[in-house]
C-alpha cells in the first residue's frame, strides 16, 4: 500500500512535465513487459496443478536411481 503512495506522486510529476519521446517508449515496453510477466504468472498459477500431477507420475521410478548417483558422488 505505502507503495502506491509513493507511486501517485511519482506519475503525477512525470505528467506534469513534458515526456521525452525516448522515455516514452522505454515505460511503455516496461510496462509491456510487466503485462507479461502477470500474465505468464497468472497462467503458471492456473497450470501448476495439472503438471505437477504428470511429474510426480514420471518422477516416481526414478528415484533411487538419483539416489544412487547422489552417494556414488559423496563416496568419491
Do not use: D
Not at 9 to 18: N, R
Request: proline share 5%.
Amino acid at each position: 500500500m505505502e507503495t502506491m503512495h509513493e507511486l501517485i506522486p511519482f506519475a503525477k510529476e512525470m505528467l506534469s512535465q513534458k515526456p521525452n519521446r525516448k522515455m516514452v517508449k522505454l515505460y511503455m515496453l516496461g510496462s509491456v513487459l510487466a503485462f507479461f510477466g502477470v500474465v505468464i504468472g497468472l497462467v503458471e498459477t492456473v497450470c501448476s496443478p495439472f503438471t505437477s500431477h504428470l511429474s510426480l507420475e514420471k518422477s516416481k521410478k526414478p528415484v533411487a536411481m538419483q539416489r544412487a548417483l547422489v552417494t556414488r558422488q559423496h563416496a568419491s
